[in-house]
């Protein structure tokens, strides 16, 4: 983690978008999502706000973060597809050039916006119209399943089948900002 004076800090709270100075109280790291669950078991125990911020972008709409860890996810980059179920799995810092990229080895397209620099999260969660939503729908409406963090620390697996109430609203329910 990081905090203000730090050597890494300006870079560990550096945004996309430039025009955006993020003063957050800390910026996190993590690497797996049992990392992401510590963060936020900290946050709670000292009254602190998490943001979360997949690929630097999505910084205006955070607000204010005097008392926000900001956790960003560019150490979590696993892609793994299979191909004969034609499924990705992402990790919450995957690019969609990384998902892209993995499924044209298998002969495969995926449901990716215009930019290959957006993350595969934060664009699916936000429902994701990409160039083929006419023919193939939106990305929000292929996913299968969502591994979160919940508030209070745990870390859910969220089907159809299991806590669907809580896959249903993370899938592309816009308003990706924290309020």
């Known amino acids: 983690m990081f905090v203000p004076g730090d050597l890494e800090w300006d870079e560990a709270r550096q945004a996309w978008n430039l025009a955006f100075d993020q003063q957050p109280a800390a910026v996190a790291l993590p690497e797996a999502a049992a990392d992401v669950a510590a963060i936020v078991d900290f946050a709670r125990a000292r009254g602190l706000r998490v943001a979360p911020q997949g690929t630097e972008h999505n ?19 696993a892609v793994t597809i299979d191909p004969e179920a034609r499924t990705a799995r992402v990790e919450a810092g995957v690019l969609w050039l990384e998902v892209t990229s993995s499924a044209a080895e298998h002969g495969l397209a995926a449901l990716a916006g215009s930019s290959p620099d957006v993350g595969v999260v934060g664009y699916s969660l936000g429902g994701g119209i990409s160039w083929l939503a006419r023919k193939h729908g939106l990305s929000a409406n292929s996913m299968t399943a969502v591994e979160i963090v919940t508030a209070d620390g745990r870390i859910v697996r969220a089907d159809s089948e299991r806590e669907p109430e809580l896959f249903w609203a993370v899938r592309g329910g816009g308003g990706n900002s924290a309020s």
């Open 59 to 77: 910084a205006p709409p955070l607000g204010l973060m005097a008392d926000t860890i900001l956790v960003k996810t560019p150490r979590m980059r």
